[in-house]
Every structure is written in C-alpha cells, then in structure tokens.
C-alpha cells in the first residue's frame, strides 16, 4: 500500500481533502475538485464567495426585472396567464441568484497555475472547527492554509 493511500479522508461540513486533492460536496454531489498537483497556495477568508459577483448580479437583475415586469403585466392584461406565470418565475430565480452574491460566507480560496478557485463551506462552518480543519489538513497533507486574523 502506497503512503498517500494510508492518509485518511478530512472532512469538515461541505468540504473533503484527501491525497488526490480538495473538493467541494453537497450531499452525494461533486460541485468542484482541484487536484492535489494543481494547488499552489490556500487561504481561509470569510466574506462573498462568488467567483464573479458583478456578472451574477448582472443576471440577477435582469432575471428580477423580467419577472417585475411580468408581475405588472399580469395585472394590466391578464389574458395571457401562463407567460406572465413564466416571467415570475424569471423574477423568483433572479431573486435568489442576487441573494447567493450578497450572502457572506467562510471559504477557502485556492491559487491554482491559471487562476483561482473557492471552495464554499455552508452557513453551519464555524471558526473553531474551521481552525481545527486546517490544522489537520496542513498536519496530514503538508497544505499550509494561511487562516483569518
């Protein structure tokens, strides 16, 4: 058995690190893997963890505004039920992309060779277990993660 293969498994909330590299889970659902050889540098922040907030709250307004306009349609001529249905829909979807960009969040944010990746934890993560997680992490794997002030 080779010494990467004895290494254990380290999870805290969404996130696992093993000898192949970090990953982002959400129940049973790989959202991001980096591999092990691709990781130059890791830094444990809290604030918004979008990879591009400006074109998601881009998005995120046009979505709400095509379903405030179908919202008001809906009153000026409501023959036409389901397409202004449809436009709200819009608005309740772009509702919730403006929320993911506003909410803050604890999130580890790796420096890979072409560009930056962040791996999210859920609003559960807390200091104390985050502090802990990147100790072993850096004890286990040899990832040093520079931690918050």
């Not at 000026?76 to 979807?93: D, K, Q, S, T, W």
């Not at 890979?112 to 802990?132: C, T």
């Amino acid at each position: 058995m080779n010494d990467t293969e004895a290494k254990p498994v380290l999870r805290y909330d969404n996130l696992l690190v093993s000898s192949r590299g970090m990953s982002e889970v959400h129940g049973k659902k790989l959202i991001l893997f980096i591999p092990a050889a691709e990781i130059e540098h890791l830094e444990l922040k809290f604030g918004r963890s979008e990879h591009r907030p400006l074109v998601s709250l881009a998005i995120g307004i046009g979505f709400t505004l095509i379903g405030a306009f179908g919202l008001v349609y809906l009153f000026l001529a409501p023959r036409a039920f389901r397409y202004e249905l449809a436009m709200m829909v819009f608005g309740v979807i772009g509702g919730s992309i403006i929320f993911d960009v506003l909410k803050q969040r604890y999130f580890i944010e790796v420096r890979r060779p072409k560009n930056l990746a962040r791996l999210v934890f859920s609003k559960n993560a807390r200091p104390e277990g985050l502090r802990d997680f990147c100790q072993q992490v850096g004890a286990v794997y040899g990832h040093r993660i520079k931690d918050i002030p």
